[in-house]
């Protein structure tokens, strides 16, 4: 049997038929997931699948909502590029294309955030068509049963990595089933052929496969190169007036982009004029505890001030124009807030009730 015919019949009987995703052939459902599946763990995607669903039902329904809510819905599952793109990306089928989804993978590449492998996954997943993927899961696979060398990320080996995909499918039985095909190549990755500890001798691809006869599974795929990535720095001010915060929108570009957040502020001088713009009493903002957060290409280390307020009023003006409202502490969850933002502000919603909070 060849390669994609035995991944078809291992995803047959061992691979994973209960995804909510996998219930459907629906493009917009099928795309849904799979933009959600990009950087992020399965058992994180499925309540965040259903919500969004359960609120947009139709891309129609996306298509129709703000920015705000659609960000809402994804605050938490973090590149929230994909939740812009993804509003975009349901504006233009509605627009472009009467509300259908494109059939063709080229059509369906031409969108918002989609790239070449998402839309040769809803094209196999929804229409049968001949389109091979070709994610992580895929290049590790592929790397190490044929024993590909050079880390993935580079065009040549990248090249190497999209013709053996076309060539299997070449190769396969004509009737060859692409949903199972290609969920199974996921599945396989995902559950047999993971980064650390392979169970290779469950694998059914072991008979041929390079990696194992050669004992190099540890050493495929090629390791990037570790960079050391650059930290930056932020100073955040948690400005509370009973049980609300003062967040304000930030600007689209940049990161967090169109999410709410905390007034940022670089200086102690900043901070007293920050300070003196909000409160008519002399209390002094308590520095709490930093923590940092890691992005794909920075850290970022936050440095939260915490602020009691005596009035409800809001800046019109807060240097970049950005939109500002109180929030009350019990809306947290439901609010667009980057991770570690809805992390400290539940920490002040704990310690509310107290006169301090427990600084650094
Ligand atoms: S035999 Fe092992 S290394 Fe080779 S594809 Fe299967 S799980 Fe991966």
């Not at 200086?267 to 002399?282: A, C, G, H, I, M």
């Amino acid at each position: 049997m060849q390669f994609a015919d035995l991944i078809v019949a291992w995803q047959k009987t061992h691979g994973r038929h209960h995804l909510p995703w996998q219930k459907t052939r629906d493009a917009y459902k099928v795309w849904l997931s799979e933009i959600m599946l990009q950087q992020t763990q399965v058992a994180t995607v499925i309540p965040y699948y259903e919500r969004f669903l359960a609120t947009f039902p139709t891309i129609n329904r996306l298509a129709n909502a703000s920015q705000d809510e659609v960000l809402a819905l994804w605050a938490g599952l973090g590149y929230y590029a994909r939740a812009r793109n993804l509003h975009k990306c349901a504006q233009t089928v509605v627009s472009d294309w009467q509300g259908i989804f494109p059939r063709q993978a080229q059509d369906i590449m031409s969108l918002p955030g989609i790239g070449q492998s998402t839309a040769n996954a809803i094209a196999a997943f929804c229409f049968d068509a001949k389109t091979p993927i070709m994610d992580g899961n895929v290049k590790r696979i592929f790397t190490r049963y044929y024993g590909i060398e050079g880390q993935t990320n580079k065009r040549e080996v990248e090249k190497r990595l999209w013709d053996q995909a076309h060539e299997n499918i070449e190769l396969a039985s004509k009737d060859l089933d692409m949903p199972a095909y290609t969920q199974g190549q996921m599945d396989l990755g995902a559950t047999i052929c993971t980064r650390s500890k392979p169970k290779c001798n469950v694998c059914p691809l072991q008979a041929s496969c390079y990696a194992r006869r050669e004992n190099r599974q540890a050493e495929l795929p090629t390791p990037k190169i570790k960079k050391t990535i650059p930290v930056r720095s932020v100073k955040m001010l948690v400005l509370q007036h009973q049980d609300r915060i003062l967040i304000q929108q930030r600007p689209e570009q940049g990161i967090w982009g169109g999410l709410w957040s905390l007034p940022e502020f670089q200086s102690e001088q900043e901070l007293l004029t920050l300070q003196n713009d909000w409160q008519q009493t002399r209390q002094t903002a308590i520095k709490l505890a930093a923590f940092e957060h890691v992005f794909t290409h920075f850290k970022l280390h936050i440095q939260p001030y915490w602020l009691k307020c005596p009035h409800l009023s809001l800046r019109e003006e807060n240097g970049n124009g950005s939109k500002q409202q109180w929030l009350p502490l019990d809306r947290l969850e439901t609010t667009a807030l980057p991770a570690p933002v809805l992390k400290l502000l539940q920490g002040v919603h704990q310690f509310s009730g107290m006169e301090d909070l427990p600084g650094s």
